[in-house]
């Protein structure tokens, strides 16, 4: 399905830089890009895929003026990441140069391309599904190392296999299920147990599919800001375990107790993932005013930060706070502990403490600079463990996807729950789920949703 216009856009960042690459694709790309370089019998001999050096000078029969010079790779359909006529032009980076050479091949027959269009392309050209154009987007506007896995795991087609999974065990049902319906009447149509191994195979597509919803629940945790929260009593050194995992002073630190009022955060990119570590207010029984709002804010995180860094003193005595956060932690898991100031006491009763809980801990004391590598890599083991189980990741990676899933489920939902000798409407439902596994690939997606997918993309991929 190729389009009649050629396009032309700047496939890297705008503003200046070493190189540039621009790229133009489209039925009459080799006439446009040859009309505009000066050993124009040269770029029709030079074979496909192969670089050569260029001089471009627009369209002045070759000995116009030398805007640059510049290399150029042709690429012949289908043969392309278009699937059309392709050159990608590579440039010197100055915002001059690649204004002027984007005028002058607008010049000689091309047209601007619009945001996606490249990549859209691809996709009515049979290069790649909707999934697969998705992820390039993703792996373009990934920040951390979650976000990147998962996209290569769907560019790569690592969602391929369970999808056609569901769709062989979809329509293995509805084979199925038809039978029922034309022989059902026939005496020996069913055999013993027929519909209970019918019943058993939806709910086992159902919790497939539940799963990966799931799965992408826990990933947008990881693919986004990471909250880390220290905290415990006052003056047991949240503070400066937080400035010990940063690296620099942060928060402020001082020996009277109470000296943290509000929260005091720092989002960095942390380990291959954005992390937003917070010093809370030291947790204590306080009257009215702004101290106390400090401490219910405190509380706050305990409730709701991904992860609780319980930080106990050595030297001091088991607190009623510290029995508490890991009491509302319990069952929400992620939570460790700190043993800090081990250089002024063991602390044998907060040792035993976090044994006897089941909480993972360090033992550090944080004032000294040698201390930071094992602490960082205790945190940072944490965290690793806390998403250890993503790493095959899932094949919803967009709100897109997200959404066909969830109705996907339903209709497996209405398929379980369907009254006994109601075929015809399971066998609705199950054709239901195969339009839709078809609309998650593309197969049958509105143009509006193609808009809406493309738009998100940058001009030039």
């Known amino acids: 399905m190729q389009t009649a216009s050629t396009i032309a856009a700047l496939a890297t960042p705008h503003g200046a830089g070493a190189l540039a690459v621009i790229r133009i694709s489209g039925p009459d790309a080799f006439s446009v890009v040859e009309s505009c370089l000066d050993k124009r019998e040269r770029f029709w001999a030079v074979p496909s895929r192969r670089i050569a050096l260029y001089s471009f000078v627009g369209t002045a029969r070759g000995n116009g003026p030398v805007i640059d010079r510049v290399t150029a790779v042709k690429y012949s359909a289908p043969r392309s990441y278009t699937g059309e006529n392709m050159v990608e032009i590579i440039c010197h980076g100055g915002t001059a140069v690649i204004e002027r050479i984007l005028e002058l091949l607008m010049d000689a027959g091309a047209v601007y391309a619009k945001r996606g269009e490249f990549t859209r392309r691809a996709f009515l050209n049979g290069k790649i599904d909707l999934v697969g154009a998705e992820a390039v987007h993703q792996m373009v506007s990934s920040r951390t190392a979650a976000q990147h896995r998962n996209a290569v795991i769907s560019h790569t087609g690592g969602y391929r296999p369970l999808l056609e999974k569901w769709r062989q065990d979809v329509e293995q049902l509805l084979v199925e299920i038809e039978y029922a319906i034309e022989f059902g009447e026939e005496e020996d149509a069913r ?93 204590r029984a306080v009257g009215e005013g702004i101290e106390r709002m400090g401490v219910e804010r405190s509380w706050e995180f305990v409730e709701a930060s991904d992860v609780v860094v319980l930080v106990t003193a050595a030297d001091d005595k088991l607190r009623s706070e510290e029995r508490e956060v890991v009491g509302k932690r319990a069952k929400r898991g992620l939570l460790v502990g700190v043993v800090n100031k081990v250089d002024l006491e063991r602390g044998e009763e907060k040792r035993e403490f976090f044994e006897r809980n089941g909480v993972p801990f360090v033992c550090t004391a944080a004032i000294q600079r040698d201390q930071r590598r094992p602490v960082v890599d205790f945190l940072s083991a944490t965290l690793e463990g806390a998403r250890a189980h993503l790493e095959e990741g899932s094949i919803l990676c967009t709100k897109r996807q997200e959404i066909i899933a969830k109705k996907i489920s339903e209709e497996l939902f209405c398929m379980e729950t369907a009254e006994k000798n109601s075929e015809e409407i399971m066998a609705v439902h199950a054709r239901n789920v195969l339009e839709l596994l078809d609309e998650f690939v593309g197969k049958c997606t509105p143009e509006e949703t193609l808009n809406t997918v493309f738009e998100q993309f940058c001009i030039g991929k």
């Open 191 to 283: 055999a013993a147990g027929h519909d209970e191994r019918i019943s058993e195979r939806i709910s086992a597509l159902h919790r497939e599919v539940s799963a990966e919803l799931e799965k992408r629940e826990l990933m947008r945790r990881y693919e986004g800001s990471v909250e880390i929260a220290f905290v415990g009593p006052p003056n047991a050194g949240k503070s400066t375990l937080m400035n010990l995992v940063l690296g620099y002073e942060r928060s402020i630190v001082f020996p009277e107790a109470g000296t943290t009022r509000d929260a005091v955060s720092e989002t960095m990119s942390w380990r291959g993932m954005d992390v937003r570590f917070v010093d809370c207010a030291g947790l």
